[in-house]
């Protein structure tokens, strides 16, 4: 059996292997310099200390680094759930089911840009296998909905293109440019042009796990096995839910999931019958990419290549490691290793939720961070290799994963930094359900100083209804958190201290070897405190105060583990002072402070 790899073909020359991302440090035999790196690795002659040091020298990548300045993104689960009420689809929707009369996505953006979010994030696919852009890959597509369609329009390639889906995965795809298309058919295009034109950095959800592509055999064989619960009055899980709600249909794409289809050598993109992309690649204009992959994976693999080449840049690409049939006897060996790499060839910058050097998920869908968040983790094997939420020590949703306890573990083999994500949905479901309301305004602004306020970015779901755009009442929950955290934040009142931390820019910084004294020119009062450090040199603090002189003595005011890029605390009154100190405690490398702010909330 071919061993899986990936390898860059450009016209007919082919390359060597694709490096992964930011290779990790090659061996110092435990005793040379130390050297700044994303992803490094841990030698079995590191000591403890040693170890620690590194861990101090791991700093964020270029494309981390943009994505760490933008703390809040909106998610937008949008999509097959959103027309049958449901949290999880089956695969064996018809396509007709998507059906909204308008998708405002220009609305979309003005509701979530009045929230501050700076980038936005759409499900392209998710576990029900349907995706909102007209894929060359699967019938199971916007184009097979009567939404491509102009009301009232009809076009006889369709039947044919009905007929010859279940053998041509591209045959609705060959009917796109039909006189009937719908010119706002592609939901993805929409959603990015709208957001460029707003401001805003794009990211994408592709679900690796996916609901169309089970073998039919296996969709019959659940729905028998749950209509035996139902009938013996057992309850049902949501995607038993579905099933049951499907069992007179079944999966509608190819059967290419978990089936053990032979691993062959393929070329992606794969070309379908009338592919608009051939003459461009034979130009050498497009790149070309070998592979050793079973059907799915190959599949997989032609969508990541669709979105990067179609809808790029994209920031972030996010994908889970869901395998949820696998204790049925269902499950898909994801080739994690190429699926990285080929991202990373085709948008060095982009950062991949749980990919090497990308993000990762915070452990909860709360909107809450850990008091002690760290960047730089350790991992127990190479993050190029494998879904990163398995490579944490004690897993993603541990309570410690980065303290000099979990850098000493034996099993540690490589450092890399990776940032925290926490998500979070604005209603209770994740899809648009109308019995469901949001979160206030002010549940929002605890869950940014939770989320944002603890060195991690905040992810949150705002999900379009049937009709194509946000609820009202959403916009106005968006609205108000806005303004909350804007007005909150229009004026740093520690401003004429030292200008290196008070300023704008991240990198300049002051070394906090010694307790930084922050002198007002009047007294000022607040009640939150923002720090970050300069984490282009990485992250050091383990241990910090912040002081205030009140009535001529020295007063703690806040005391803090971790810094990182931002660690915001809200004090329970405020607090009227001239002069401030900030004192690190504990460090592993000498720290930089790059900010030092201080506000008065207004609600």
Same mark, same amino acid.
């Given at each position: 059996?071919?061993?899986?790899?990936?390898?860059?073909?450009?016209?007919?020359?082919?390359?060597?292997?694709?490096?992964?991302?930011?290779?990790?440090?090659?061996?110092?035999?435990?005793?040379?310099?130390?050297?700044?790196?994303?992803?490094?690795?841990?030698?079995?002659?590191?000591?403890?200390?040693?170890?620690?040091?590194?861990?101090?020298?791991?700093?964020?990548?270029?494309?981390?680094?943009?994505?760490?300045?933008?703390?809040?993104?909106?998610?937008?689960?949008?999509?097959?759930?959103?027309?049958?009420?449901?949290?999880?689809?089956?695969?064996?929707?018809?396509?007709?089911?998507?059906?909204?009369?308008?998708?405002?996505?220009?609305?979309?953006?003005?509701?979530?840009?009045?929230?501050?979010?700076?980038?936005?994030?759409?499900?392209?696919?998710?576990?029900?296998?349907?995706?909102?852009?007209?894929?060359?890959?699967?019938?199971?597509?916007?184009?097979?909905?009567?939404?491509?369609?102009?009301?009232?329009?009809?076009?006889?390639?369709?039947?044919?293109?009905?007929?010859?889906?279940?053998?041509?995965?591209?045959?609705?795809?060959?009917?796109?440019?039909?006189?009937?298309?719908?010119?706002?058919?592609?939901?993805?295009?929409?959603?990015?042009?709208?957001?460029?034109?707003?401001?805003?950095?794009?990211?994408?959800?592709?679900?690796?796990?996916?609901?169309?592509?089970?073998?039919?055999?296996?969709?019959?064989?659940?729905?028998?096995?749950?209509?035996?619960?139902?009938?013996?009055?057992?309850?049902?899980?949501?995607?038993?839910?579905?099933?049951?709600?499907?069992?007179?249909?079944?999966?509608?794409?190819?059967?290419?999931?978990?089936?053990?289809?032979?691993?062959?050598?393929?070329?992606?993109?794969?070309?379908?019958?009338?592919?608009?992309?051939?003459?461009?690649?034979?130009?050498?204009?497009?790149?070309?990419?070998?592979?050793?992959?079973?059907?799915?994976?190959?599949?997989?693999?032609?969508?990541?290549?669709?979105?990067?080449?179609?809808?790029?840049?994209?920031?972030?690409?996010?994908?889970?490691?869901?395998?949820?049939?696998?204790?049925?006897?269902?499950?898909?060996?994801?080739?994690?290793?190429?699926?990285?790499?080929?991202?990373?060839?085709?948008?060095?910058?982009?950062?991949?939720?749980?990919?090497?050097?990308?993000?990762?998920?915070?452990?909860?869908?709360?909107?809450?961070?850990?008091?002690?968040?760290?960047?730089?983790?350790?991992?127990?094997?190479?993050?190029?290799?494998?879904?990163?939420?398995?490579?944490?020590?004690?897993?993603?949703?541990?309570?410690?994963?980065?303290?000099?306890?979990?850098?000493?573990?034996?099993?540690?083999?490589?450092?890399?930094?990776?940032?925290?994500?926490?998500?979070?949905?604005?209603?209770?479901?994740?899809?648009?359900?109308?019995?469901?309301?949001?979160?206030?305004?002010?549940?929002?602004?605890?869950?940014?100083?939770?989320?944002?306020?603890?060195?991690?970015?905040?992810?949150?779901?705002?999900?379009?209804?049937?009709?194509?755009?946000?609820?009202?009442?959403?916009?106005?929950?968006?609205?108000?958190?806005?303004?909350?955290?804007?007005?909150?934040?229009?004026?740093?009142?520690?401003?004429?201290?030292?200008?290196?931390? +008070?300023?704008?820019? $991240?990198? @300049?910084?002051?070394?906090?070897?010694?307790?930084?004294? *922050?002198? /007002? %020119?009047? =007294? !000022? #009062?607040?009640?939150?405190?923002?720090?970050?450090?300069?984490?282009?040199?990485?992250?050091?603090?383990?241990?910090?105060?912040?002081?205030?002189?009140?009535?001529? +003595?020295?007063?703690? $005011?806040? @005391?803090?583990?971790?810094?990182?890029?931002?660690?915001? *605390?809200? /004090? %329970?009154? =405020? !607090? #009227?002072?001239?002069?401030?100190?900030?004192?690190?405690?504990?460090?592993?490398?000498?720290?930089?402070?790059?900010?030092?702010?201080?506000?008065?909330?207004?609600?």
């Amino acid at each position: 059996m071919p061993i899986r790899g990936l390898v860059l073909v450009v016209a007919a020359a082919v390359s060597a292997a694709l490096p992964a991302v930011s290779p990790a440090a090659a061996d110092d035999g435990c005793g040379g310099p130390i050297r700044p790196a994303t992803i490094m690795t841990v030698q079995s002659c590191d000591n403890p200390a040693r170890i620690v040091a590194k861990a101090a020298a791991v700093v964020p990548r270029k494309g981390q680094l943009a994505w760490q300045q933008r703390p809040v993104t909106a998610f937008t689960h949008f999509g097959m759930n959103t027309f049958t009420d449901r949290e999880w689809g089956s695969g064996a929707e018809k396509e007709s089911t998507f059906a909204p009369p308008a998708v405002d996505t220009d609305q979309w953006m003005r509701s979530l840009k009045a929230a501050g979010v700076t980038q936005v994030m759409l499900t392209a696919k998710h576990h029900d296998g349907f995706v909102l852009y007209p894929t060359r890959y699967t019938n199971h597509s916007v184009v097979a909905s009567p939404w491509w369609l102009t009301p009232g329009c009809t076009d006889e390639a369709r039947d044919a293109a009905e007929a010859a889906r279940s053998t041509d995965p591209s045959a609705y795809w060959q009917t796109r440019n039909s006189a009937c298309a719908n010119p706002r058919g592609d939901v993805l295009r929409d959603y990015v042009t709208s957001a460029r034109a707003a401001g805003l950095k794009v990211g994408v959800y592709l679900s690796p796990a996916d609901g169309a592509e089970l073998p039919k055999s296996f969709f019959a064989d659940e729905v028998q096995r749950i209509e035996a619960k139902v009938a013996a009055g057992q309850p049902l899980s949501i995607e038993e839910q579905a099933t049951y709600e499907d069992r007179a249909s079944s999966p509608q794409g190819q059967g290419r999931y978990g089936t053990g289809s032979a691993i062959t050598r393929r070329t992606i993109p794969t070309l379908v019958p009338h592919d608009d992309r051939a003459a461009a690649l034979a130009a050498g204009k497009l790149p070309k990419f070998t592979v050793d992959e079973d059907d799915y994976n190959a599949y997989y693999l032609n969508q990541i290549y669709e979105l990067f080449t179609q809808y790029g840049p994209i920031d972030e690409l996010w994908l889970d490691g869901a395998n949820p049939w696998r204790d049925r006897g269902i499950g898909e060996t994801y080739d994690f290793t190429t699926w990285f790499r080929m991202i990373h060839a085709l948008s060095p910058d982009t950062v991949t939720f749980a990919g090497p050097a990308g993000v990762r998920w915070v452990g909860n869908e709360a909107g809450q961070a850990r008091e002690t968040e760290w960047s730089p983790l350790p991992t127990t094997g190479d993050p190029n290799t494998a879904h990163n939420e398995e490579l944490f020590v004690g897993g993603a949703t541990a309570e410690d994963l980065g303290s000099r306890q979990v850098l000493a573990d034996p099993s540690v083999r490589y450092l890399q930094w990776a940032p925290a994500e926490s998500d979070v949905s604005i209603r209770p479901g994740w899809f648009f359900h109308p019995d469901q309301t949001p979160k206030s305004p002010t549940q929002l602004v605890d869950i940014y100083r939770r989320t944002v306020g603890r060195n991690s970015s905040l992810l949150l779901n705002i999900p379009p209804g049937p009709d194509g755009r946000i609820a009202p009442a959403d916009t106005a929950a968006l609205a108000g958190f806005g303004q909350a955290i804007a007005r909150t934040q229009s004026r740093n009142l520690a401003a004429g201290a030292p200008g290196a931390v +008070t300023d704008s820019s $991240l990198t @300049t910084a002051v070394p906090l070897d010694h307790p930084l004294d *922050v002198r /007002l %020119p009047r =007294p !000022v #009062t607040f009640d939150q405190i923002r720090l970050g450090e300069d984490i282009t040199r990485g992250q050091h603090v383990e241990g910090a105060l912040v002081q205030a002189e009140i009535g001529g +003595t020295w007063q703690t $005011l806040a @005391t803090v583990t971790t810094i990182g890029y931002t660690r915001l *605390v809200t /004090l %329970p009154a =405020p !607090v #009227t002072a001239a002069r401030l100190r900030v004192v690190v405690t504990q460090s592993r490398a000498t720290p930089y402070l790059a900010t030092f702010a201080l506000y008065r909330t207004v609600v």
